[in-house]
Protein backbone atom coordinates (compact mmCIF):
# COMPACT_ATOMS: atom_id res chain seq x y z
CA UNK A 1 0.00 0.00 0.00
CA UNK A 2 3.04 2.12 0.84
CA UNK A 3 4.57 1.68 -2.77
CA UNK A 4 1.32 3.28 -4.55
CA UNK A 5 1.64 6.76 -3.30
CA UNK A 6 5.17 7.21 -4.06
CA UNK A 7 4.46 7.50 -7.81
CA UNK A 8 1.22 9.36 -7.61
CA UNK A 9 3.39 12.17 -6.54
CA UNK A 10 5.93 11.98 -9.42
CA UNK A 11 3.09 11.33 -12.12
CA UNK A 12 1.48 14.79 -10.97
CA UNK A 13 4.24 17.46 -12.31
CA UNK A 14 3.95 15.93 -15.93
CA UNK A 15 0.89 15.06 -17.00
CA UNK A 16 1.04 15.84 -20.26
CA UNK A 17 3.37 12.80 -21.06
CA UNK A 18 1.47 10.58 -19.14
CA UNK A 19 -1.69 11.24 -20.82
CA UNK A 20 0.00 11.16 -23.90
CA UNK A 21 1.29 8.28 -23.87
CA UNK A 22 -0.47 5.87 -21.36
CA UNK A 23 2.22 3.73 -20.79
CA UNK A 24 2.59 2.08 -17.30
CA UNK A 25 4.30 4.75 -14.97
CA UNK A 26 7.34 3.54 -13.92
CA UNK A 27 8.05 2.01 -17.57
CA UNK A 28 8.61 5.74 -18.37
CA UNK A 29 10.36 7.23 -15.38
CA UNK A 30 13.71 5.51 -15.63
CA UNK A 31 14.03 4.99 -19.64
CA UNK A 32 12.75 8.45 -20.80
CA UNK A 33 16.64 9.12 -22.00
CA UNK A 34 16.67 5.64 -23.70
CA UNK A 35 13.53 6.96 -25.17
CA UNK A 36 14.85 10.15 -26.79
CA UNK A 37 17.91 8.62 -29.06
CA UNK A 38 15.81 5.68 -30.23
CA UNK A 39 12.86 8.01 -31.01
CA UNK A 40 14.69 10.44 -33.46
CA UNK A 41 15.29 7.65 -35.91
CA UNK A 42 11.64 5.74 -36.11
CA UNK A 43 9.59 9.18 -35.42
CA UNK A 44 11.87 12.46 -35.23
CA UNK A 45 8.86 14.77 -35.66
CA UNK A 46 6.34 14.08 -32.72
CA UNK A 47 8.67 13.12 -29.70
CA UNK A 48 10.17 15.91 -29.74
CA UNK A 49 6.88 18.01 -29.99
CA UNK A 50 5.70 15.89 -27.15
CA UNK A 51 8.39 16.22 -24.90
CA UNK A 52 9.60 19.72 -25.26
CA UNK A 53 7.77 20.80 -21.93
CA UNK A 54 11.45 20.66 -19.91
CA UNK A 55 13.84 22.76 -21.50
CA UNK A 56 16.82 20.44 -20.98
CA UNK A 57 14.55 18.04 -23.18
CA UNK A 58 14.90 20.32 -26.34
CA UNK A 59 18.66 19.89 -26.02
CA UNK A 60 18.82 16.20 -25.47
CA UNK A 61 17.38 14.83 -28.68
CA UNK A 62 19.65 17.31 -31.23
CA UNK A 63 23.04 16.03 -29.53
CA UNK A 64 22.01 12.66 -30.06
CA UNK A 65 21.30 12.98 -33.82
CA UNK A 66 24.29 14.82 -34.35
CA UNK A 67 26.53 11.05 -32.98
CA UNK A 68 24.26 9.00 -35.29
CA UNK A 69 25.35 10.96 -38.55
CA UNK A 70 29.52 9.98 -37.66
CA UNK A 71 28.72 6.91 -36.23
CA UNK A 72 27.55 4.87 -39.30
CA UNK A 73 30.31 6.37 -40.63
CA UNK A 74 33.13 3.91 -40.68
CA UNK A 75 33.63 4.71 -44.31
CA UNK A 76 37.43 5.74 -44.44
CA UNK A 77 37.92 1.77 -43.55
CA UNK A 78 36.34 0.66 -46.62
CA UNK A 79 38.63 1.71 -49.42
CA UNK A 80 41.44 -0.18 -47.25
CA UNK A 81 39.47 -4.07 -48.39
CA UNK A 82 40.46 -3.48 -52.30
CA UNK A 83 39.45 -5.97 -55.02
CA UNK A 84 42.31 -8.55 -55.68
CA UNK A 85 44.75 -7.58 -58.38
CA UNK A 86 44.62 -9.61 -62.22
CA UNK A 87 45.21 -13.44 -62.55
CA UNK A 88 48.90 -13.62 -64.01
CA UNK A 89 50.31 -15.75 -67.25
CA UNK A 90 46.81 -16.71 -68.96
CA UNK A 91 47.05 -19.19 -71.66
CA UNK A 92 45.43 -22.24 -73.71
CA UNK A 93 46.46 -25.04 -72.06
CA UNK A 94 44.90 -27.70 -74.96
CA UNK A 95 41.82 -27.20 -77.45
CA UNK A 96 39.22 -29.76 -78.43
CA UNK A 97 36.36 -30.04 -81.17
CA UNK A 98 33.90 -28.59 -78.07
CA UNK A 99 35.73 -27.23 -75.12
CA UNK A 100 38.85 -25.01 -74.37
CA UNK A 101 41.57 -25.49 -70.92
CA UNK A 102 42.82 -22.83 -69.46
CA UNK A 103 45.37 -22.50 -67.23
CA UNK A 104 46.97 -19.43 -65.39
CA UNK A 105 48.72 -18.41 -61.76
CA UNK A 106 47.19 -16.45 -58.85
CA UNK A 107 47.39 -12.40 -58.51
CA UNK A 108 49.67 -10.95 -56.59
CA UNK A 109 47.43 -8.81 -54.44
CA UNK A 110 44.70 -10.82 -53.24
CA UNK A 111 42.91 -8.63 -50.51
CA UNK A 112 42.18 -8.43 -46.65
CA UNK A 113 39.49 -10.71 -46.99
CA UNK A 114 41.51 -13.54 -48.69
CA UNK A 115 40.44 -15.01 -52.84
CA UNK A 116 36.97 -16.12 -52.70
CA UNK A 117 37.84 -17.72 -56.79
CA UNK A 118 37.47 -16.92 -60.04
CA UNK A 119 35.31 -16.49 -62.61
CA UNK A 120 36.13 -17.47 -66.00
CA UNK A 121 33.55 -15.30 -69.00
CA UNK A 122 33.94 -16.10 -72.58
CA UNK A 123 32.65 -14.05 -75.87
CA UNK A 124 32.27 -14.81 -79.19
CA UNK A 125 34.57 -12.95 -81.63
CA UNK A 126 32.77 -9.95 -83.08
CA UNK A 127 30.23 -9.21 -79.85
CA UNK A 128 30.11 -7.34 -76.97
CA UNK A 129 28.02 -10.12 -74.81
CA UNK A 130 30.56 -11.44 -72.33
CA UNK A 131 29.08 -14.38 -70.07
CA UNK A 132 30.14 -16.46 -66.99
CA UNK A 133 31.40 -20.19 -68.00
CA UNK A 134 31.19 -21.05 -64.50
CA UNK A 135 28.09 -20.27 -61.96
CA UNK A 136 30.10 -20.10 -58.59
CA UNK A 137 33.61 -18.62 -58.22
CA UNK A 138 36.05 -21.37 -57.68
CA UNK A 139 40.04 -21.48 -56.83
CA UNK A 140 41.47 -23.73 -59.05
CA UNK A 141 44.24 -22.12 -61.48
CA UNK A 142 42.92 -24.44 -64.04
CA UNK A 143 39.51 -24.24 -66.26
CA UNK A 144 37.53 -26.26 -68.87
CA UNK A 145 35.03 -24.73 -70.71
CA UNK A 146 32.96 -27.28 -72.35
CA UNK A 147 29.93 -27.59 -74.51
CA UNK A 148 31.06 -24.91 -77.22
CA UNK A 149 30.39 -24.67 -80.43
CA UNK A 150 33.38 -26.32 -83.06
CA UNK A 151 34.64 -23.80 -85.08
CA UNK A 152 33.81 -20.90 -83.62
CA UNK A 153 36.08 -18.27 -82.24
CA UNK A 154 36.12 -17.07 -78.81
CA UNK A 155 37.30 -14.19 -76.73
CA UNK A 156 38.18 -15.51 -72.93
CA UNK A 157 38.88 -13.39 -69.27
CA UNK A 158 39.67 -14.21 -66.28
CA UNK A 159 38.72 -12.05 -62.88
CA UNK A 160 39.73 -12.65 -59.51
CA UNK A 161 37.04 -12.44 -56.59
CA UNK A 162 36.93 -11.50 -52.88
CA UNK A 163 34.59 -9.45 -50.43
CA UNK A 164 35.41 -6.31 -52.41
CA UNK A 165 34.71 -7.26 -55.95
CA UNK A 166 36.54 -8.23 -58.84
CA UNK A 167 39.57 -7.58 -60.75
CA UNK A 168 40.46 -6.07 -63.25
CA UNK A 169 40.07 -9.56 -65.72
CA UNK A 170 42.85 -11.11 -67.40
CA UNK A 171 42.46 -11.54 -71.35
CA UNK A 172 43.83 -13.68 -74.02
CA UNK A 173 45.37 -11.87 -76.66
CA UNK A 174 43.81 -14.04 -79.52
CA UNK A 175 40.22 -15.28 -80.03
CA UNK A 176 40.53 -19.06 -79.71
CA UNK A 177 39.27 -20.88 -82.55
CA UNK A 178 37.32 -24.12 -81.35
CA UNK A 179 39.01 -26.58 -83.39
CA UNK A 180 41.12 -29.89 -82.16
CA UNK A 181 44.90 -29.26 -81.76
CA UNK A 182 46.09 -32.48 -82.81
CA UNK A 183 49.84 -31.61 -81.23
CA UNK A 184 50.20 -28.79 -78.99
CA UNK A 185 53.29 -26.37 -80.39
CA UNK A 186 56.70 -26.43 -78.64
CA UNK A 187 60.08 -24.85 -79.17
CA UNK A 188 63.19 -27.57 -79.80
CA UNK A 189 65.93 -24.83 -78.96
CA UNK A 190 69.22 -26.04 -79.76
CA UNK A 191 71.43 -26.46 -76.93
CA UNK A 192 74.15 -24.21 -78.16
CA UNK A 193 71.39 -21.19 -78.27
CA UNK A 194 70.30 -22.15 -74.85
CA UNK A 195 73.10 -19.76 -73.38
CA UNK A 196 74.56 -16.13 -74.94
CA UNK A 197 74.96 -16.25 -78.60
CA UNK A 198 78.03 -14.71 -79.73
CA UNK A 199 79.24 -13.14 -83.11
CA UNK A 200 81.87 -11.15 -83.93
CA UNK A 201 80.85 -7.35 -86.05
CA UNK A 202 80.83 -7.88 -89.71
CA UNK A 203 80.41 -12.39 -89.06
CA UNK A 204 76.78 -13.72 -90.87
CA UNK A 205 74.17 -14.67 -87.91
CA UNK A 206 72.47 -17.95 -89.45
CA UNK A 207 70.25 -20.15 -87.11
CA UNK A 208 67.44 -22.58 -87.48
CA UNK A 209 65.64 -23.36 -84.54
CA UNK A 210 62.73 -26.50 -84.83
CA UNK A 211 59.25 -26.44 -83.65
CA UNK A 212 56.54 -28.36 -83.54
CA UNK A 213 52.70 -28.39 -83.42
CA UNK A 214 49.67 -29.73 -86.10
CA UNK A 215 47.60 -27.73 -86.88
CA UNK A 216 50.42 -25.57 -88.79
CA UNK A 217 51.52 -23.25 -86.06
CA UNK A 218 52.04 -19.23 -86.55
CA UNK A 219 55.40 -17.72 -86.02
CA UNK A 220 55.68 -14.64 -84.45
CA UNK A 221 59.47 -12.89 -84.26
CA UNK A 222 59.95 -9.77 -81.72
CA UNK A 223 62.60 -8.34 -79.95
CA UNK A 224 61.80 -6.16 -76.95
CA UNK A 225 58.11 -6.81 -77.54
CA UNK A 226 58.32 -5.18 -81.10
CA UNK A 227 58.71 -5.96 -84.64
CA UNK A 228 61.77 -7.08 -85.87
CA UNK A 229 63.55 -5.03 -88.09
CA UNK A 230 62.78 -6.51 -91.28
CA UNK A 231 65.87 -4.80 -93.27
CA UNK A 232 68.23 -6.06 -91.55
CA UNK A 233 66.88 -9.27 -89.67
CA UNK A 234 65.39 -12.02 -92.48
CA UNK A 235 63.16 -14.64 -91.09
CA UNK A 236 62.04 -17.66 -93.38
CA UNK A 237 59.69 -20.10 -91.47
CA UNK A 238 58.99 -23.89 -92.84
CA UNK A 239 56.49 -26.63 -91.14
CA UNK A 240 59.30 -27.85 -88.65
CA UNK A 241 61.39 -24.77 -88.06
CA UNK A 242 62.45 -21.04 -88.33
CA UNK A 243 65.17 -19.45 -89.85
CA UNK A 244 66.99 -16.30 -88.24
CA UNK A 245 69.47 -14.48 -90.76
CA UNK A 246 71.50 -11.11 -90.00
CA UNK A 247 74.08 -11.02 -93.76
CA UNK A 248 76.45 -8.72 -91.26
CA UNK A 249 75.85 -8.54 -87.78
CA UNK A 250 76.29 -5.38 -86.03
CA UNK A 251 76.60 -4.14 -82.36
CA UNK A 252 73.28 -2.64 -82.50
CA UNK A 253 71.71 -5.98 -83.38
CA UNK A 254 72.73 -7.18 -79.88
CA UNK A 255 69.93 -8.12 -77.22
CA UNK A 256 67.25 -10.24 -76.50
CA UNK A 257 64.65 -11.72 -79.01
CA UNK A 258 61.46 -13.52 -78.10
CA UNK A 259 60.02 -16.27 -80.45
CA UNK A 260 56.26 -17.38 -80.16
CA UNK A 261 54.95 -20.40 -81.79
CA UNK A 262 51.01 -19.94 -81.67
CA UNK A 263 48.25 -22.31 -82.53
CA UNK A 264 44.76 -21.40 -82.12
CA UNK A 265 45.83 -19.73 -78.45
CA UNK A 266 48.19 -22.24 -77.40
CA UNK A 267 51.53 -21.01 -77.88
CA UNK A 268 55.50 -21.99 -76.21
CA UNK A 269 57.93 -18.79 -76.04
CA UNK A 270 61.67 -19.27 -75.97
CA UNK A 271 63.96 -16.21 -75.72
CA UNK A 272 67.34 -15.99 -77.80
CA UNK A 273 70.07 -14.01 -76.57
CA UNK A 274 72.64 -12.43 -79.03
CA UNK A 275 75.75 -10.75 -78.15
CA UNK A 276 77.64 -9.05 -80.93
CA UNK A 277 81.43 -7.77 -80.29
CA UNK A 278 84.32 -6.32 -81.78
CA UNK A 279 88.13 -5.55 -80.19
CA UNK A 280 88.26 -3.14 -77.45
CA UNK A 281 89.46 0.48 -77.58
CA UNK A 282 93.15 1.08 -76.04
CA UNK A 283 93.70 1.49 -72.26
CA UNK A 284 93.28 4.98 -71.18
CA UNK A 285 96.14 7.08 -68.86
CA UNK A 286 99.04 4.71 -69.01
CA UNK A 287 101.87 6.22 -66.70
CA UNK A 288 105.46 5.23 -66.33
CA UNK A 289 104.73 5.13 -62.20
CA UNK A 290 108.33 4.25 -60.65
CA UNK A 291 112.07 2.83 -61.96
CA UNK A 292 114.35 1.02 -59.83
CA UNK A 293 117.43 -0.97 -60.34
CA UNK A 294 116.42 -2.58 -63.28
CA UNK A 295 112.64 -2.58 -63.03
CA UNK A 296 109.69 -0.57 -64.02
CA UNK A 297 105.86 0.23 -62.69
CA UNK A 298 103.52 0.99 -64.79
CA UNK A 299 99.97 1.99 -64.18
CA UNK A 300 96.51 2.61 -66.56
CA UNK A 301 92.87 2.61 -66.44
CA UNK A 302 90.55 0.54 -68.90
CA UNK A 303 89.36 1.16 -71.61
CA UNK A 304 86.35 3.83 -72.52
CA UNK A 305 85.02 1.47 -75.10
CA UNK A 306 84.70 -2.18 -74.18
CA UNK A 307 83.58 -3.89 -77.56
CA UNK A 308 80.19 -4.90 -75.92
CA UNK A 309 82.24 -7.34 -73.80
CA UNK A 310 84.03 -8.08 -70.58
CA UNK A 311 87.96 -7.37 -70.83
CA UNK A 312 90.03 -10.89 -70.29
CA UNK A 313 93.18 -8.52 -69.47
CA UNK A 314 95.79 -6.66 -70.91
CA UNK A 315 99.01 -7.30 -72.93
CA UNK A 316 102.41 -5.10 -71.80
CA UNK A 317 105.36 -5.11 -74.39
CA UNK A 318 108.66 -2.95 -73.98
CA UNK A 319 110.35 -1.82 -76.70
CA UNK A 320 114.47 -0.53 -76.27
CA UNK A 321 115.58 2.42 -78.15
CA UNK A 322 118.53 0.48 -79.28
CA UNK A 323 116.10 -1.73 -81.65
CA UNK A 324 113.12 0.14 -81.63
CA UNK A 325 111.40 -3.32 -81.92
CA UNK A 326 108.51 -4.36 -79.52
CA UNK A 327 108.62 -7.85 -77.04
CA UNK A 328 105.92 -9.02 -74.81
CA UNK A 329 106.66 -8.28 -71.64
CA UNK A 330 103.36 -9.87 -69.60
CA UNK A 331 101.30 -11.94 -71.63
CA UNK A 332 97.94 -11.52 -70.17
CA UNK A 333 97.86 -8.59 -67.00
CA UNK A 334 94.66 -9.12 -65.33
CA UNK A 335 95.24 -6.06 -63.19
CA UNK A 336 95.62 -2.48 -64.02
CA UNK A 337 98.82 -1.68 -62.87
CA UNK A 338 102.63 -4.05 -63.60
CA UNK A 339 106.21 -4.02 -63.09
CA UNK A 340 108.61 -5.10 -65.62
CA UNK A 341 111.33 -6.36 -64.29
CA UNK A 342 113.67 -7.87 -66.73
CA UNK A 343 115.34 -4.74 -68.18
CA UNK A 344 119.22 -4.04 -69.26
CA UNK A 345 120.82 -2.10 -67.31
CA UNK A 346 122.30 0.84 -69.40
CA UNK A 347 118.99 0.57 -71.94
CA UNK A 348 116.26 2.85 -72.28
CA UNK A 349 112.81 1.91 -72.53
CA UNK A 350 109.02 2.46 -73.89
CA UNK A 351 106.03 0.67 -72.68
CA UNK A 352 102.82 -0.37 -74.47
CA UNK A 353 99.77 -1.58 -73.52
CA UNK A 354 96.94 -3.45 -75.29
CA UNK A 355 93.13 -4.46 -74.09
CA UNK A 356 92.17 -7.72 -74.48
CA UNK A 357 88.31 -8.82 -74.87
CA UNK A 358 86.69 -12.24 -76.49
CA UNK A 359 87.37 -11.07 -79.50
CA UNK A 360 91.06 -10.28 -79.34
CA UNK A 361 93.44 -7.21 -78.53
CA UNK A 362 92.56 -3.80 -78.77
CA UNK A 363 93.56 -1.76 -82.63
CA UNK A 364 95.69 0.54 -80.92
CA UNK A 365 97.79 0.61 -77.79
CA UNK A 366 97.94 3.42 -74.67
CA UNK A 367 101.87 4.74 -74.95
CA UNK A 368 103.75 5.53 -72.40
CA UNK A 369 104.52 9.69 -72.99
CA UNK A 370 108.02 9.44 -71.09
CA UNK A 371 111.02 6.42 -71.44
CA UNK A 372 112.40 4.75 -68.43
CA UNK A 373 116.10 4.93 -68.45
CA UNK A 374 118.31 1.88 -66.64
CA UNK A 375 120.85 3.25 -64.66
CA UNK A 376 123.83 1.19 -63.24
CA UNK A 377 123.36 1.54 -59.50
CA UNK A 378 125.88 3.14 -57.42
CA UNK A 379 127.59 1.49 -53.96
CA UNK A 380 127.46 4.20 -51.38
CA UNK A 381 130.43 2.98 -48.93
CA UNK A 382 130.35 4.24 -45.64
CA UNK A 383 132.70 6.04 -44.37
CA UNK A 384 135.13 4.02 -41.97
CA UNK A 385 134.07 6.49 -38.47
CA UNK A 386 131.11 4.27 -38.47
CA UNK A 387 131.31 1.52 -35.95
CA UNK A 388 130.10 -1.44 -38.00
CA UNK A 389 127.62 -2.62 -35.63
CA UNK A 390 125.63 -0.32 -36.33
CA UNK A 391 125.32 -1.07 -39.99
CA UNK A 392 123.71 -4.88 -39.20
CA UNK A 393 120.38 -5.67 -40.11
CA UNK A 394 118.83 -8.88 -40.72
CA UNK A 395 117.44 -9.50 -44.53
CA UNK A 396 114.96 -7.86 -45.96
CA UNK A 397 113.08 -7.63 -49.06
CA UNK A 398 112.24 -4.65 -50.83
CA UNK A 399 111.27 -5.96 -53.59
CA UNK A 400 108.79 -9.09 -53.51
CA UNK A 401 108.95 -11.91 -56.31
CA UNK A 402 106.18 -11.52 -59.11
CA UNK A 403 104.21 -14.20 -60.35
CA UNK A 404 105.69 -15.09 -64.33
CA UNK A 405 103.98 -16.63 -67.22
CA UNK A 406 106.06 -17.83 -69.93
CA UNK A 407 106.18 -19.98 -72.86
CA UNK A 408 107.99 -24.00 -72.79
CA UNK A 409 111.31 -23.53 -73.96
CA UNK A 410 111.93 -19.88 -73.67
CA UNK A 411 114.56 -18.63 -70.92
CA UNK A 412 112.93 -16.61 -68.38
CA UNK A 413 114.26 -14.63 -65.10
CA UNK A 414 112.78 -13.89 -61.49
CA UNK A 415 114.08 -11.32 -59.71
CA UNK A 416 113.48 -9.71 -56.44
CA UNK A 417 115.62 -6.91 -54.08
CA UNK A 418 117.32 -7.66 -50.75
CA UNK A 419 119.36 -5.58 -47.93
CA UNK A 420 120.96 -7.03 -45.02
CA UNK A 421 124.19 -6.39 -43.10
CA UNK A 422 126.12 -8.91 -43.48
CA UNK A 423 125.60 -9.50 -46.73
CA UNK A 424 122.95 -12.41 -46.68
CA UNK A 425 123.21 -15.59 -48.31
CA UNK A 426 120.78 -16.87 -50.98
CA UNK A 427 119.07 -19.87 -51.01
CA UNK A 428 116.36 -20.62 -53.92
CA UNK A 429 113.56 -23.43 -53.58
CA UNK A 430 111.05 -24.28 -55.71
CA UNK A 431 108.34 -26.09 -54.05
CA UNK A 432 110.22 -26.19 -50.63
CA UNK A 433 112.94 -28.22 -52.08
CA UNK A 434 116.19 -26.31 -52.27
CA UNK A 435 117.80 -25.88 -55.76
CA UNK A 436 121.21 -27.06 -55.69
CA UNK A 437 123.92 -27.36 -58.57
CA UNK A 438 121.46 -27.69 -61.57
CA UNK A 439 122.78 -26.62 -64.90
CA UNK A 440 119.06 -26.07 -65.59
CA UNK A 441 119.09 -22.99 -63.38
CA UNK A 442 121.72 -19.95 -63.28
CA UNK A 443 121.10 -18.14 -59.82
CA UNK A 444 122.49 -14.61 -59.32
CA UNK A 445 123.25 -11.42 -56.64
CA UNK A 446 124.49 -8.05 -57.60
CA UNK A 447 123.96 -5.13 -55.86
CA UNK A 448 121.05 -6.48 -53.68
CA UNK A 449 118.99 -8.10 -56.75
CA UNK A 450 118.60 -11.37 -56.64
CA UNK A 451 118.11 -13.73 -59.95
CA UNK A 452 117.40 -16.66 -61.16
CA UNK A 453 117.56 -17.80 -64.36
CA UNK A 454 115.60 -20.99 -65.37
CA UNK A 455 116.76 -22.23 -68.73
CA UNK A 456 114.62 -23.58 -71.18
CA UNK A 457 111.94 -24.31 -69.05
CA UNK A 458 109.22 -27.19 -69.76
CA UNK A 459 105.72 -27.58 -67.42
CA UNK A 460 107.48 -29.62 -65.26
CA UNK A 461 109.20 -26.50 -64.39
CA UNK A 462 106.41 -24.62 -63.04
CA UNK A 463 105.06 -24.53 -59.34
CA UNK A 464 106.22 -22.06 -56.44
CA UNK A 465 109.73 -20.67 -56.16
CA UNK A 466 111.03 -19.13 -52.97
CA UNK A 467 114.01 -16.72 -52.40
CA UNK A 468 115.92 -17.09 -49.04
CA UNK A 469 118.16 -14.96 -47.13
CA UNK A 470 119.95 -15.71 -44.09
CA UNK A 471 122.45 -14.04 -42.43
CA UNK A 472 123.36 -13.92 -38.58
CA UNK A 473 120.87 -11.72 -37.60
CA UNK A 474 117.72 -13.50 -39.02
CA UNK A 475 116.41 -14.68 -42.20
CA UNK A 476 113.50 -13.78 -44.47
CA UNK A 477 111.65 -15.09 -48.06
CA UNK A 478 109.46 -14.06 -50.50
CA UNK A 479 107.74 -16.37 -52.99
CA UNK A 480 105.66 -16.84 -56.31
CA UNK A 481 104.10 -18.76 -58.99
CA UNK A 482 106.00 -19.59 -61.92
CA UNK A 483 103.18 -20.99 -64.75
CA UNK A 484 104.83 -22.82 -67.73
CA UNK A 485 102.80 -22.78 -71.19
CA UNK A 486 102.93 -25.17 -73.63
CA UNK A 487 103.56 -24.03 -77.62
CA UNK A 488 100.12 -23.13 -79.15
Known amino acids: PKKEPVPTPKEEPAPAPAAEGPQPSPAPEHPPAAEQPTAPADKPAPVPAAEATPAPAEGAPAPPAEPQAPAPEPKPEKPKAEPPSSPLSLVVEEVSENSVTLTWKAPEQTGRSGLDGYVVEICKDGSTDWTAANKEPFLSTRYKIQDLGSGDKIHIRVKAVNASGAS ?79 RKAQRSDSGKYELTVRINGAEDKATLDIQVIEPPG ?62 IIGNTYSFRVFAENACGLSEKAAVTSGVAHIKKTKTAYQPEKIPQRDMMEPPKFTQPLTDRTTTRGYSTHLFCSVRGFP ?43 TCKAVNPLGEASVDCKLDVKGKI
Open 423 to 465: QPKIIWMKNQMEIREDPKYIAMIEQGVCSLEIRKPSPFDGGIY
Open 168 to 246: VPATLEQPVLIKEILQLPRIRMPRHLRQTYVRHVGDAVNMMIPFQGKPQPEVIWTKGGQPLDTSRINIRNTEKDTIFYI
Open 282 to 343: PPQNLKLVDVWGFNVALEWTPPVDNGNSEIKGYVVQKSDKKSGKWFTALERCTRTSCTISDL
